[in-house]
Nanobody, 122 residues
């Protein structure tokens, strides 16, 4: 059972990245998927959470600080969830993690992947 986040990098303010969260050993579709981030010297915070609400319907929540700039998508065939991060700001600089669990709360997550670093230069 493994989760792996990737796609981070160095980008200028206003730029975009697509982060990937790939799972092996279990189907992501059966879980609530959360994206979290932790900036240097700060606590981890939730960025987005997506859950299945119907046979093929998903609902995503976003932190106020990223609404309108970040969006989640998924490719169930690849067992991967994506976080598209647009209009990046220096304050978005952080290590981004994906997690899978039963709720959107970090302590409700069963599986955590290693993070991917996003650095936004001004």
């Amino acid at each position: 059972v493994q989760l792996q986040a990737s796609g981070g990098g160095l980008v200028q303010a206003g730029g975009s990245l697509r982060l990937s969260c790939a799972a092996s050993g279990f189907p992501l579709d059966d879980y609530v998927i959360g994206w979290f981030r932790q900036a240097p010297g700060k606590e981890r915070e939730g960025v987005s959470c997506v859950r299945r609400v119907g046979a093929k319907t998903y609902y995503a929540d976003y932190a106020e600080s990223v609404k309108g700039r970040f969006s989640v998508s998924r490719d169930n065939a690849k067992n991967t969830v994506y976080l598209q991060v647009n209009s990046l700001k220096p304050e978005d600089t952080a290590v981004y993690f994906c997690a899978a669990g039963d709720t959107c709360l970090s302590d409700g997550m069963d599986y955590w992947g290693k993070g991917t670093l996003v650095t936004v230069s001004s």
